[in-house]
């Protein structure tokens, strides 16, 4: 008796892809889960932003304690988001650099070909690192935060002048700094998309949000005072001071106005990307 041969393609009996195989954005969504938490550097970055940004809260307000309490003793301007301090440097270097590594590491390994072929449809790929970076990141970041406050506060709490969830603008300061972390992650996303490099995306990125924003000082009149304002840094760091009206309100945003000015510029830079991403080679 001759066999029937079977048709390649058809779904189960052989070595075709099968029929209505596309994959949906929820693929997209477990494939960069599945590369994210798998990345060795993924879990080291985040590991550093918790502990060095809970280290660096703690050994800060240990060694200002006394000055913080003197200040307040003489009637000088507080400044209670030195129980937040750590997230201000390690914080948001962790968070930055996490986002670029998440797609430059890709590009440094020859490892996006192998994405691009398995889901050609780019933009949704970018969306779902995106999303990812942004969830993972305000998590990791929201817990953080609560651990920089008690443990800032404890030097604090020692002198009698520690910082209350019931002061002004410190549970915005707090939920606040994890949305900001988030947004950081996914502008070095975004960079990481345009420049795919990781030294360069990396260096530009952290110049603009710690450097040139503040360089803009230097700038005489309207100009200087606006470019100052809308610096990435400058706008969406706003929504981690604490008090009403946020850390320097005559010369910045208020605090949800510059996060809303900083969501918009990441946005946008991600929009860059994709176009960039839909037309360059891999």
């Given amino acids: 008796m001759t066999a029937t041969p079977v048709a390649a393609g058809r779904p189960g009996t052989g070595p075709g892809p099968a029929i209505g195989g596309r994959a949906g954005f929820a693929d997209v969504i477990s494939s960069e889960w599945m590369k994210i938490r798998t990345v060795r550097s993924t879990f080291w970055t985040l590991v ?47 968070a930055y650099v996490l986002g670029v590594m998440t797609i430059s590491a ?23 690192k995106a999303i990812l970076l942004a969830v993972i990141v305000f998590v990791i970041g929201l817990v953080t935060a609560f651990v920089c406050f008690y443990l800032g506060n404890i030097p604090l709490h020692a002198k009698h002048v520690g910082v209350n969830l019931s002061y002004p603008g410190a549970t915005r300061a707090i939920f606040g700094s994890a949305l900001y972390l ?72 208020a605090p949800w106005t510059g996060f809303t000015v900083f969501l918009i510029e990441v946005v946008v830079l991600l929009i860059v990307g994709a176009v960039l991403f839909e037309r360059r080679d891999a």
Avoid: C
């Avoid at 502990?51 to 200002?64: F, H, K, N, P, Y």
């Avoid at 003489?74 to 997230?87: H, M």
């Fill in 182 to 253: 988030a947004g950081l992650s996914v502008f070095g996303l975004a960079l990481g998309f345009l420049l795919r490099h990781t030294a360069g995306a990396i260096t530009i990125g952290l110049a603009l949000i710690f450097i040139i924003g503040n360089l803009f000082t230097l700038i005489p009149g309207s100009v200087g005072h606006w470019l100052y304002k809308v610096m990435p840094g400058n706008a969406g760091g706003q929504v981690t001071s604490f008090g009403e009206t946020g850390r320097n309100p005559d010369k910045a945003f």
């Fill in 106 to 128: 890709e590009y440094s390994t020859g490892g996006i070909r192998t994405t691009l072929t398995a889901m050609p449809r780019r933009v949704e790929i970018l969306v779902a």
């Fill in 48 to 94: 550093a932003l918790f502990a060095g940004s809970a280290v660096i809260s703690l050994l800060i307000t240990l060694a200002a304690a006394n000055s913080y309490a003197k200040d307040l003793a003489e009637g000088k301007p507080d400044s209670a988001d030195i129980v937040l301090a750590g997230l201000a440097f390690v914080g948001q270097i962790a």
